[in-house]
């Protein structure tokens, strides 16, 4: 009976904040409802608001995601500051019932109210974002409520600890572990990994629990207690510096990297602070001049002013126009790397007699044993383009799943070369769609390339497209050129720079 009054004391005391908090959570959510609705029909085709969600990682969800964390400060200045304030806490540590009982019950009461709070905003975000977007895009909405559920209840516990603590040192630190926990996992693109907020939540009960004794001045004497803490910091400062280095670390060091057809092998140009910049190989450095001297398609009118072109190297002779008409290049960010949260990829289909390109109407979800073709203005499967599509990947022996997708996912652009997909299998092949018409090729790749993370297609005149690709973290290669995937490659690069 004494542990029904507590948690009914409880619930009756939080029960005003509970509701006037799902009130804002449901008018937020209207608010949120007609802004979304007006976004998507200002906006044609309504493929760019997907487009922005799985490429751009644009969640127009994420300006709720605040209310998640007040619910925490709300319910627990509302549960325990009355009890400070009027000094009620010492009573409750001396009631005829196991203070680990009273602990348990006043936590269960402010973690259901956090949970009815948050339950509504989960409902009513995954409600409104099923109208316009596609099931893997809900799902995804829900996983970051989800989590954002879990970083509200490790708040709400870290902020009563602070509260209840009597010592001011220490309700300094209670109150920082809260803190920081919330800077750390408030973010965009939740993963498995952040699941060990799970284990901070059942662990924060402690620190609680320790709080409730400093009213009696006691504390938890067991030594697990402040070994754990050491655990928890030592994992804010991992998280925290992965975090760092992985958003927000500037890098002031920037790498040019160029074949040299001399050495038959890559050169690169560091560029350091204070204007200052490093050549050579990965065996020896050297000046500039002998950096120029070795880059002849780089610096070519060094050779022009000097009167040395046409020149031949290795049997082949090179004048102005085809060194020109031949320069390759690629831009690479170890971020691009990153896989995308969701696999949506518009479907471009070009027109042959058109000038421009459209953004398409038409989407597709790479899933775990097939392709899903969307229209976005209905939401709807495109079953006949579905059939098609894996009808496609069944004749070309593609193996499920697909591991990478790489292309140039804009409508600005001259030439639309679709997709490049890497199969379980590690096979290389092209998806395109052209006048209507969906086609699935083979790349060939030489044996010497291994395991290829990123390719980058471009478009230069006389129809070429070269094709390059990043077969390791450090390695660099041409793969292709010309729009028949002919085979010829360069020296793969060994540096360690692009990382």
């Known amino acids: 009976m004494l542990n029904r009054a507590i948690f009914k004391k409880e619930w009756l005391k939080l029960r005003w904040a509970t509701l006037a908090l799902c009130t804002i ?17 200002s906006i044609e085709p309504e493929s760019m608001m997907w487009y922005r969600f799985a490429q751009l990682e644009d969640k127009p969800y994420a300006r709720l995601a605040p209310l998640f964390l007040l619910s925490a400060f709300v319910i627990a200045a509302a549960q325990f500051l009355p009890e400070i304030i009027r000094n009620r806490v010492r009573i409750l540590t001396h009631l005829p019932c196991k203070l680990r009982t009273i602990v348990g019950h006043h936590l269960f009461a402010g973690s259901l109210s956090i949970l009815t709070i948050s339950s509504v905003m989960t409902l009513a975000i995954v409600g409104i974002i099923s109208q316009y977007y596609p099931n ?3 799902l995804i909405s829900a996983k970051d409520c989800f ?33 920081l926990l919330s800077l750390l996992y408030f973010k965009n693109r939740y993963t498995g990994h952040d699941l060990i907020l799970i284990a901070l939540i059942l662990w924060l009960t402690l620190p609680v629990y320790d709080s409730f004794l400093s009213v009696k001045v006691q504390r938890i004497k067991s030594l697990i207690y402040p070994f754990s803490i050491g655990i928890v910091c030592l994992l804010i400062v991992g998280v925290g510096t992965t ?45 500039r001049q002998e950096y120029e001297r070795l880059l002849p398609f780089v610096y070519w009118k060094n050779l022009d002013i000097q009167g040395k072109l046409p020149f031949t190297i290795a049997d082949q002779h090179y004048d102005k126009q085809r060194i020109k008409a031949a320069r390759l290049s690629l831009q690479y960010r170890p971020a691009g790397l ?16 058109a000038g421009v390109i459209p953004f398409p109407e038409e989407v597709f979800a790479v899933k775990h044993n097939k392709i899903v073709i969307y229209d976005c203005e209905t939401i709807q499967v495109k079953q006949r383009l579905t059939e098609q599509i894996n009808t496609l990947l069944l004749e070309h022996k593609v ?17 639309d ?29 030489p044996k010497y390339v291994g395991d290829i993370v990123h390719i980058q297609a471009t478009m230069i005149v006389r129809s070429t497209m070269p094709l390059f ?15 028949r995937y002919g085979c010829f490659a360069h020296s793969i690069l060994k540096y360690k720079i692009l990382a």
């Open 469 to 483: 690709s990043i077969n390791s973290i450090n390695h660099l290669s041409t793969l292709y050129s010309n729009n």
């Open 399 to 415: 193996q499920f799943p697909i591991g990478t997708m790489w292309g140039k996912i804009t409508n600005m652009k001259p030439f």
């Open 147 to 179: 989590f954002w559920t879990l970083l509200a209840l490790a708040l709400y516990l870290g902020l009563s600890a602070a509260i209840l603590e009597r010592n001011l040192w220490r309700k300094s630190f209670k109150l920082l572990l809260p803190v």
């Open 25 to 41: 959570a449901v008018c937020s959510a209207i608010y949120f409802w007609f802004n979304l609705d007006f976004t998507f029909k």
């Open 243 to 287: 975090r760092y280095q992985q958003e927000y670390r500037h890098f002031f060091e920037k790498y040019y990297l160029f074949y040299s057809p001399i050495l038959n092998d890559f050169i690169y140009q560091k560029n350091s602070q204070g204007h200052q910049f490093i050549y050579g190989t990965q065996h020896e450095t050297f000046d």
């Open 417 to 445: 070369w679709g997709y490049f997909l890497k199969d379980n299998s590690g096979e290389l092949f092209n998806l395109r769609r052209g006048d209507n018409t969906l086609s699935i090729n083979t790349v060939p790749v």
């Open 338 to 353: 990153k896989a995308k949260e969701v696999a949506l990829y518009p479907l471009f289909n070009p027109i042959s007699h």
């Open 136 to 138: 893997e895009i809900v």
